[in-house]
Each structure stands twice: as structure tokens, then as C-alpha cells.
């Protein structure tokens, strides 16, 4: 049924791309070459503001976008949810602390979408850049709660004096499905270990478990608590009068979050602009200089006396997404592309040490295991570092254990040690809804063993349970070997539950807070290298195979509004969910 309705979907997809691609290549190729000799200058003038308009979707990692480049920034009509790469960011804001033509960074928060240790990753950067003695500003016509957490690392915090600041405290939302899948007639068939193990909870519940809740209370609290204590540093607000401000709705307009010192200005961005034109010494008729971040083009500041073809190198391997059983893209950890990575960057002379960068709720248990064969083969013959994102749990958890030292943000969600299998009986559906019969011939007594149109007998869930017994003594025994603590200590942080950065570092899951240049920073220090290139893995598509290939990026170019995105993204996660998984609870989102 999922195979079906996976092709008929890329069928679909791929006829849509034909007939809108041929016009679209053809316009943009005369427009191309009309501009042929054109120099499209990225260096900023003196004096200039890098803008950092964040009204795209934050990833760790994206390629080249090829519309982009052939159709300008008119593509964006066309391209509703565009994506920026983490790393990119990365690298201009510090290639813009050195950069003597920047005086300074102006933050766009207000369409900020991205997860919490992506926000802490960029609100360190800044901080860091300020360290220069640069400015960083803020202005926004309103400031959602991830947007006013980044901006409260700047000098100052610029507000529409009609707007408002959202600050109401953390949420977790969590969709359940329980009673949709009672009106279509599938049965979902569940097996697990772990009593925090809730990734199955959606498909069983009304309402979610107590163990799930008290996990999801005690990490968002955790995080929650982070949060206050780094707007109390950089606003000089204590925390208590910020809980105060978030339990009862006072900053509900601009004036109320200028009073209690959240922003220091109510202005309109055209008085802002004079602000800033004073700030950079233009001349009061003059706007001030200024280059998106998106155009920007970063510098090396790495001055080496070496061929970069001779130079040593580390090697950041990209991680992010589902754990599936597929190949694998730029948006699925699969069965070749993370393990091919690994293996090439430990036989390739040059790279010195490996970062792992994750950013995965986990997946295929069996997916996993590949994967972390290869980490183990690496350990000892080559440093091996872990960068954790956004989140890195269960199967993403699973992949990273055997690593030399495990970085990850306060903010970070990880851990989820646990094991389920989920398979559905829609055999209702078919007979009642659709009036479908299935009529089954076998040589066998379990022939048709995990068939869709009939219930799991107790012999077949037995068979399941063992499987999923011994894949969870298998995850913990890999994690308790690596980590160095016995079976028990890690069973007892186990059972599926789900832990913030912080609460993983203190019960041994991570061993220092940091981002993906942090990460970078132990490696080549573990390496005893000063002098490196950075190596992407694995490596980006050309554009025409991206373009070409339904079941990968190309699928992203049409993507439509997030919320209709997450909702498909939610029901094609049941449809691949069969079977045995290592998964973090796939349904929630953070605000």
C-alpha cells in the first residue's frame, strides 16, 4: 500500500515538474545569458550592515540551489518554503567577524523557523562576533518566542511601536491519531520496549501517557529554565520577573515590553535606518551600505602555505533526517549514503579526524546499526567527534554513542533509548469502508507473517517482542560500552525517555555543551592539527539529478504552506513506520 501510494505520488510530481521546468529553464536560460559577463558582485562596500533577514527554513545542511542561481531571487514566488543551511550561516557571521568592510549585524527574527539548539547555535555565533567589537542590532515588527530568544544577544532590540513581543513559556503539541485510524478501520498493532517509549503513543492514545508527559514537563523545563537564565544575562531582567512576565500575557503590546526593558526601542524601520546610518558615520542624506546575508560571499581566514589539495583535512558528515531503509538524500539517513561517508573520510589519508553532524529523531533500528558499525571501525583510527543538532535521538542516539566526545547544545533533544514495532491491520478498512476482501493461499502456518489484512496472532506478537528485546539490549549494551557505565545505568536513563542537552550531559549521554564549530574545534585538536580544510560528506548532487529525481530534493522546490507540509510529513511517517524502529516521537513541535 505505502509503495503504492509513494509512486503514484512521485509519478505525479515528476509529470508536474515536466511541463512546468521546460518553461521555466527556458526563460531562465535567456535571462542567463543576457547577463553573461555581468559581474554579480558579493563583497560588501565599507561600512556595510550585514542584513540577516531569517525568512527561511533553517536545515544544517542544504546544496546548492540551482533555481536560485539560473532565476534569481524571483524564484522564491514559486519556492514557498525555501531553506538556508545552518552551515552557511555559520560561516558568514565569522567570516563577517573578521571581515573589516562589516561594521556590524542587523537581525530579522520575525519568520525565524528553526529548532531550539539551531536558535542557541546562531545566538552563540553572534555573541561571539559582538566579541570583535561590532555591533549586533535587532529590529522586528514582532518577535515570536524563538525570534526574541536569538535577538536578546544583540547590543540592542529595535520594536514597531505597534508591535508586540510573544513570551508565554514553552509548549510541546502533540498530534494523536487514535481515533482517525478507529474511522478508517486500520488497527494499529503495537510492540515496544520501554514504558517512556512514546513514538507509538499517537497511533494508540486519546490522550498522551503519564510517563510521556512527565518526560515532556521535564525537558521543556529544563530548556525553559535555559532560556530565562540567557535573556537574564544579556537583558539584566531576572528571571523571576520574566516567568512573571510570561505567566500573565504582560507583553502584549509593544509599550508593556519597552517598559519592562525586553526591548530598548519602539521605532519604525525608517528611523531605525537613520539610527544605523549614524551608527556606521554615513551621511544623514545617505541610507547606510548594507548586503543580505544570503549574498553575502565569506572569506577564508585561514591563510595556508600549503596546495589545498595537500592540506589535512576534517571531515563534517551531514546527518539529518529520518533513519529509513532507503539509500538515503540530503533529507534521509539511509542505508549507503551516512555509512559510505564514514567509511571514505577513515580510508582518505588526508582527513585527520571526523565530525558527525546529526540531526535526526532516529528511525530504522536496523538502519542504525550499519551506520554505527562504521563509527566503530573509525574509533581509534581516527578521531571522532559528534555535533548534535536540533535533535539527535533514538536511532540518532544510536549512531552516535561510540563516538570519541558527544557535543551538543543546553537545548538539544536526545537520548530515547528505546525500541518499537508497529505494524497496522487495516483489514476493516478494506472489508467494511471499501467492501475488499483478501483471500490468502500459504505453504506455511505464518506465511503472511506482518500482512496488512489481518490481525497479528499471539505467536506472531510473541516473535516480534524477542526481536524488539534484543535490539533494545543490543542499543544498550552499545551505548553502556561506549559510555563506559554498566547495562543497568544506561537501562535505568533508558526505557525510551527523552532528555534535554542538559539534563544528558549530567546523567553521562553528552559530554560537553557546544555547536558544530565547537565540534570542529575538539576534532582537530584530538587530531593535533592546526592547519585544515573542512570536507562536506557526503557529497551534494549535481542540480540536474536533484531536479530529475522525485523521491529526493526536488520534491522540496513545490512545497507548499509548513502546515499542510508537516501534515503530510505526519501520515507518510505512519505509512513507513512498519516494522521494528529505534524512533523519537515523530508529532511534536516546540514554540
Known amino acids: 500500500m505505502k509503495t503504492f501510494f509513494r509512486t503514484f505520488l512521485a509519478t505525479l510530481l515528476a509529470l508536474f515538474l515536466a511541463i512546468i521546468v521546460g518553461f521555466f529553464l527556458f526563460v531562465g536560460l535567456i535571462t542567463g545569458l543576457s547577463t553573461i559577463g555581468e559581474k554579480q558582485t558579493k563583497v560588501a562596500k565599507p561600512n556595510s550592515v550585514l542584513v540577516m533577514e ?50 556590524g549585524i542587523l537581525i530579522r527574527p520575525e519568520l525565524l523557523n528553526a529548532g531550539m539548539a539551531t536558535v542557541e547555535e546562531l545566538r552563540n555565533a553572534l555573541i561571539d562576533f559582538k566579541s570583535s567589537g561590532k555591533f549586533v542590532f535587532s529590529y522586528a515588527d514582532f518577535y515570536t518566542q524563538k525570534g526574541y530568544y536569538l535577538a536578546s544577544a544583540s547590543d540592542k532590540i529595535f520594536l514597531n511601536p505597534v508591535g508586540n513581543v510573544v513570551f508565554t513559556g514553552l509548549s510541546a503539541q502533540i498530534m494523536l491519531f487514535k481515533n482517525t485510524l478507529k ?35 521535564t525537558f521543556l ?60 558615520e554615513e551621511t544623514k542624506d545617505k541610507t547606510f551600505p548594507n548586503i ?38 540530503t533529507t534521509e539517513i539511509g542505508t549507503e549514503n551516512i555509512a559510505k561517508a564514514i567509511e571514505k573520510a577513515r580510508n582518505d589519508e588526508k582527513v585527520k579526524a571526523i565530525v558527525l553532524r546529526i540531526n535526526s529523531p ?60 508497529l505494524l497496522f491491520n487495516a483489514k476493516e478498512l478494506l472489508n467494511s469502508k471499501l467492501g475488499i476482501n483478501i483471500s490468502t493461499v500459504s505453504t506455511a502456518k505464518n506465511a503472511d507473517f506482518g500482512s496488512p489484512f489481518r490481525q497479528l496472532s499471539a505467536e506472531e506478537k510473541n516473535a516480534i517482542q ?27 536513563i533508558g526505557q525510551g525517555r527523552v532528555w534535554s542537552g542538559i539534563d544528558a550531559k549530567s546523567i553521562g549521554l553528552v559530554d560537553v555543551y557546544g555547536g558544530l564549530y565547537d565540534a570542529i574545534a575538539i576534532a582537530a585538536e584530538k587530531a593535533r592539527i592546526s592547519d585544515y580544510r573542512i570536507e562536506e560528506l557526503p ?53
Request: proline share 2%; charged share 25%.
Open 362 to 421: 532516529g528511525g530504522s533500528a536496523l538502519t542504525s546499526e550499519i551506520i554505527l558499525r562504521e563509527a566503530l571501525l573509525t574509533k581509534g583510527k581516527k578521531p571522532l567527534i559528534i555535533s548534535m543538532g536540533d535533535v539527535a535521538a533514538s536511532g540518532g542516539y544510536y549512531i552516535a554513542c561510540a563516538a570519541d566526545t558527544i557535543v551538543a547544545q543546553p537545548t538539544t533533544i536526545t537520548g530515547s533509548i528505546g525500541v518499537f514495532g
Open 221 to 280: 523545563t529544563s530548556m525553559w529554565k535555559h532560556m530565562l537564565v540567557k535573556i537574564s544575562e544579556s537583558r539584566g531582567v531576572e528571571t523571576t520577573k520574566l516567568q512573571t512576565l510570561a505567566d500573565n500575557l504582560i507583553l502584549s503590546s509593544a509599550q508593556s515590553a519597552f517598559e519592562n526593558k525586553i526591548v530598548d526601542s519602539l521605532i519604525y524601520f525608517d528611523e531605525l535606518k537613520q539610527f544605523i546610518v549614524a551608527k556606521t
Open 292 to 329: 543580505s546575508i544570503y549574498d553575502y560571499e565569506p572569506s577564508s581566514n585561514k591563510k595556508s602555505e600549503k596546495l589545498i589539495t595537500e592540506q589535512e583535512k576534517i571531515a563534517v558528515i551531514y546527518a539529518q533526517g529520518e533513519i529509513g531503509m532507503r539509500k538515503g538524500s
Open 54 to 103: 531569517l525568512n527561511r527554513t533553517i536545515v544544517d545542511r542544504t546544496s546548492e540551489n540551482f533555481f536560485d542561481k539560473l532565476f534569481g531571487s524571483g524564484f522564491d514566488e514559486i519556492q514557498t518554503d525555501k531553506k538556508v543551511g545552518l552551515n552557511s550561516l555559520l560561516a558568514k557571521i565569522k567570516s563577517a567577524k573578521e571581515d573589516e568592510n562589516i561594521r
Open 183 to 217: 474511522k478508517l478501520g486500520v488497527e494499529p498493532q503495537v510492540i515496544r520496549h520501554g514504558k517512556f517509549k512514546s513514538a507509538v503513543e499517537p497511533f494508540i492514545l486519546d490522550e498522551i501517557s503519564p510517563e510521556n508527559r512527565l518526560q515532556t514537563a
Open 466 to 492: 524477542q526481536q524488539i528485546e534484543f535490539i533494545y539490549k543490543t542499543f544498550v549494551n552499545h551505548v553502556a560500552k561506549a559510555r563506559n557505565k554498566s547495562y543497568d545505568e544506561i537501562d535505568n
Open 539 to 591: 557529497e551534494v548532487k549535481d542540480p540536474f539529478e536533484q531536479l530529475f529525481n522525485p523521491t529526493d530534493d526536488a520534491a522540496n522546490i513545490l512545497s507548499q504552506n509548513r502546515w499542510i507540509q508537516k501534515s503530510i510529513q505526519h501520515f507518510e511517517t505512519l505509512l513507513n513506520l512498519n516494522g521494528i524502529n529505534a524512533r523519537l516521537e515523530f508529532d511534536f513541535e516546540i514554540y
